[in-house]
């Protein structure tokens, strides 16, 4: 299994594996992003073999590549994974399940064009997380 992201990886300068291929084809599969545990679970069950670490230096790995954006949730410190796709997402977590649903567009223009022109400080990134309960849960 280790050619469908051989150029792919080989492009980034990593040796394609059939480890790496299984987590970058969960990474293209996953609706949102995901935690290593989350990745581990999925990848033990079509590679017995993989340890937790792995999948923590793979992702790893591939973020010091700029193949994955990684994230730190705010609210339970949780670290999150998803493919770079170079599209500045944010997130709103439900309280009661942990789901983490992207929001579709950056409601922070309009804050980011106050703060411009109220203050000498110029904006390079800014990280939104929306704290409520998604539908299954309210």
Do not use: W
Not at 90 to 112: A, D, G, N, S, T
Not at 118 to 130: A, G, M, N, V
Request: glycine share 2%; with cysteine; charged share 25%.
């Amino acid at each position: 299994m280790d050619k469908p992201y051989k150029e792919f990886l080989t492009a980034h300068g990593i040796k394609s594996t059939t480890q790496r291929n299984i987590v970058l084809d969960l990474l293209h599969e996953m609706d949102g992003p995901a935690s290593a545990e989350d990745l581990y679970l999925k990848a033990v069950s079509l590679y017995p073999s993989v340890n937790l670490s792995t999948i923590y230096r793979m992702l790893e790995l591939f973020h010091s590549k700029n193949i994955v954006v990684k994230n730190m949730l705010s609210e339970s410190k949780k670290t999150i994974y998803e493919l770079n796709t170079d599209t500045h997402k944010h997130y709103m977590v439900c309280m009661k399940c942990k789901r983490i649903f992207p929001l579709e567009h950056c409601p922070c223009f309009l804050i980011e064009k106050a703060v411009s022109e109220y203050s000498d400080f110029e904006i390079r990134d800014h990280k939104l997380e929306i704290m409520g309960y998604c539908a299954s849960c309210k």
